[in-house]
T-cell receptor, first 112, second 115 residues
Framework: DQQVKQNSPSLSVQEGRISILNCDYT??????FLWYKKYPAEGPTFLIS?????DKNEDGRFTVFLNKSAKHLSLHIVPSQPGDSAVYFC???????????FGTGTRLKVLA | GAVVSQHPSRVICKSGTSVKIECRSL??????MFWYRQFPKKSLMLMAT?????????EQGVEKDKFLINHASLTLSTLTVTSAHPEDSSFYIC???????????FGPGTRLTVL
């Protein structure tokens, strides 16, 4: 049972354009969400997070949007840069458990 | 800050041998450490959660006698894959939490190949 899903396994975007990565979840107990960037043979690197009390969080080129009613979140990267090319994972957790449930990942390729 | 290291980064072993992977939090004390496994082109699957000084809690389907976890100090957790078989070949990643709200810091991972 995949509680966190990323339905797009890959995405290609031109440099300078916006990248939008999507994530859906099923467990209504999740109240904190995170996005990680991962290169092959490396551990995930934290990008940005959002609490369920918010619907938007912004950090530089990265913005995460949360739609609780739809159980959907998205990561916007603008402008996209070739160095953003990596696999992006969303993760969800319930406060106090410290357990992250990861999505299946989306491979982003930013074309120069 | 918040650096987590793993050693070794890559290990190749023969079938039937045991392999130990270390996870260290370098600049903070980790009350909780986590072990994940990632199959090729798949998500990170949580294997177990360990708290310093107590037994690890394993996720459903993870054999605790096969994947021995020790969290002997606030900066070190070890995962031992016992009697390794080729199907244990995978990328193992640890993370550490200082106990503050929802934070986990990930190590760089260990690539295990069992021949």
């Amino acid at each position: 049972d995949q509680q966190v899903k990323q339905n797009s396994p890959s995405l290609s975007v031109q440099e300078g354009r916006i990248s939008i990565l999507n994530c859906d979840y099923t467990n209504s107990m999740f109240d904190y969400f995170l996005w990680y960037k991962k290169y092959p043979a490396e551990g995930p690197t934290f990008l940005i997070s959002i609490s369920s009390i918010k619907d938007k969080n912004e950090d530089g080129r990265f913005t995460v949007f949360l739609n609780k009613s739809a159980k959907h979140l998205s990561l916007h990267i603008v402008p996209s840069q070739p160095g953003d090319s990596a696999v992006y994972f969303c993760a969800a957790t319930t406060s106090g458990t410290y357990k992250y449930i990861f999505g299946t990942g989306t491979r982003l390729k930013v074309l120069a | 800050g918040a650096v987590v290291s793993q050693h070794p980064s890559r290990v190749i072993c023969k079938s039937g041998t045991s392999v130990k992977i270390e996870c260290r939090s370098l600049d903070f004390q980790a009350t909780t450490m986590f072990w994940y496994r990632q199959f090729p082109k798949k998500s990170l699957m949580l294997m177990a959660t360990s708290n310093e000084g107590s037994k690890a809690t394993y996720e459903q389907g993870v054999e605790k006698d096969k994947f021995l976890i020790n969290h002997a100090s606030l900066t070190l957790s070890t995962l031992t894959v016992t009697s390794a078989h080729p199907e244990d070949s995978s990328f193992y990643i640890c993370s550490a939490s200082p106990g503050t709200y929802n934070e986990q810091f990930f190590g760089p991972g260990t690539r295990l190949t069992v021949l």
